[in-house]
């Protein structure tokens, strides 16, 4: 079965930090691994996907990611980061053979940026 | 912002209420989801369409009908909900099929559904 794990229900960093988001997956095949992040009273906002290649996606807004296949990980960095960043942020994993669509999604982490 | 949007915006109802929630995609997607999102819950899948015809029942109640005319509209059709039905539910898109590269899933800004 697949599913994703964020072990921080909540990461607090200082404005001008780097700051890590982590993430954990488990799919049979090949994974497809995605980041969203939702502000308050919003929708999810698509940051960044890894499908394959390089194991380094960047994305939106300065944001990145690595695909580690090996610790089964896709944590999401910024190396500085503002507060206008503090959010919800949504890993999520699809199994690339399918082709239903169905994304199985993490149960998220706040990000809080202090001035 | 994302062409894909979400009417109303908020929603309160009692028990006895019949209420639709209404999608609209403007990116010319093949497929759509419904998502729940509760407090301190994953968003939890509750139905896929993929050329209008639904791929996926994640063992959604019966209160919840889903309606998929075209695959630019999908509604979410309640009825005798319960409280704890209150949430925001999100619709999205994607373009699915064949042996294209996946794509991405875009989210619509939710509907607030308050329960009473």
């Known amino acids: 079965a697949q599913s994703v794990a964020q072990p921080e229900d909540q990461v607090n960093v200082a404005e001008g930090n780097p700051l890590t988001v982590k993430c954990t997956y488990s799919?049979?095949?090949?994974?497809?691994l995605f980041w969203y992040v939702q502000y308050p009273n919003r929708g999810l906002q698509f940051l960044l996907k890894?499908?394959?290649?390089?194991?380094l996606v960047k994305g939106s807004y300065g944001f990145e990611a690595e695909f580690n296949k090996s610790q089964t990980s896709f944590h999401l960095k910024k190396p500085s980061a503002l507060v206008s960043d503090s959010a919800l942020y949504f890993c999520a994993v699809r199994r690339g053979s399918s082709n239903t669509g169905k994304l199985i999604f993490g149960q998220g982490t706040t990000l809080q940026v202090k001035p | 912002e994302t062409g894909v949007t979400q009417t109303p915006r908020h929603l309160v109802m009692g028990m006895t209420n019949k209420k639709s929630l209404k999608c609209e995609q403007h990116l010319g997607h093949n497929a759509m989801y419904w998502y729940k999102q509760s407090a301190k819950k994953p968003l939890e899948l509750m139905f896929v369409y993929n050329f209008k015809e639904q791929t996926e029942n994640n063992s959604v109640p019966s209160r919840f009908s889903p309606e998929c005319p075209n695959s630019s509209h999908l509604f979410l059709h309640l009825h005798t909900l319960q409280p704890e039905d209150s949430a925001l539910y999100l619709c999205?898109?994607?373009?699915?099929?064949?042996?294209?590269?996946?794509?991405?899933?875009?989210f619509g800004p939710g509907t607030r559904l308050t329960v009473l």
């Open positions: 799919v049979s095949g090949n994974p497809y």
């Open positions: 999205a898109s994607s373009q699915e099929g064949g042996d294209r590269v996946m794509d991405t899933q875009y």
């Open positions: 890894y499908i394959t290649g390089d194991n």
